[in-house]
């Protein structure tokens, strides 16, 4: 009896513990999808600078939904952001490539993130399966116990 209970103890503090790490992962997965989205757009961005010419009409965001009217000065080179901050003159060319091997990492580490939430999923429901079995197999029990008189 005692076993059981510590038994049932044990198996909530595993599914805290499972249900945590879930949304840990599922938090992670859509930091990673909102960078994909963000290195898309970038992409597409450049791809569309690449059929325009000197002098197109440009809308730069300047934040807060707003935007200031500029012109393309070149369609040769763009400035990338490298990380920590620290950004680099590059041909379109090598921007989209960097891109595209940026997008190819993040794309597997949301694969990798996934399969390791999927895995976790599987330890939550197996874990709750356990817990209601044994919740049941002791409420059984109770149910069954013979009434003393006193």
């Known amino acids: 009896m005692a076993s059981e209970d510590e038994a049932l103890r044990r198996?909530?503090?595993?599914?805290?513990?499972?249900e945590g790490t879930a949304e840990a992962l599922q938090s992670r997965i859509n930091l990673v999808n909102a960078?994909?989205?963000?290195l898309m757009?970038?992409?597409a961005t450049l791809e569309g600078l690449e059929k325009e010419g000197k002098g197109a009409p440009l809308f730069v965001p300047i934040g807060g939904g707003?935007?200031?009217?500029a012109s393309l000065?070149?369609?040769?080179?763009?400035?990338?952001?490298?990380?920590?901050?620290?950004?680099?003159?590059r041909?379109?060319?090598?921007?989209?490539e960097n891109l595209e091997n940026r997008v190819a990492e993040l794309e597997k580490t949301r694969d990798t993130l996934r399969q390791q939430l999927i895995q976790v999923v599987e330890r939550i429901r197996d874990s709750r399966s356990k817990f209601q079995e044994l919740s049941?197999?002791?409420?059984e029990r109770e149910r069954t116990k013979p009434v003393r008189k006193t």
């Open 91 to 96: 041909t379109i060319k090598e921007a989209r």
């Open 35 to 38: 960078a994909l989205t963000e």
């Open 41 to 43: 757009v970038a992409s």
């Open 136 to 139: 049941a197999g002791m409420s």
């Open 73 to 89: 000065e070149s369609v040769d080179t763009v400035i990338v952001g490298i990380g920590a901050g620290v950004a680099v003159e």
């Open 11 to 18: 198996l909530a503090v595993e599914l805290q513990v499972l």
């Open 66 to 69: 707003s935007y200031v009217k």
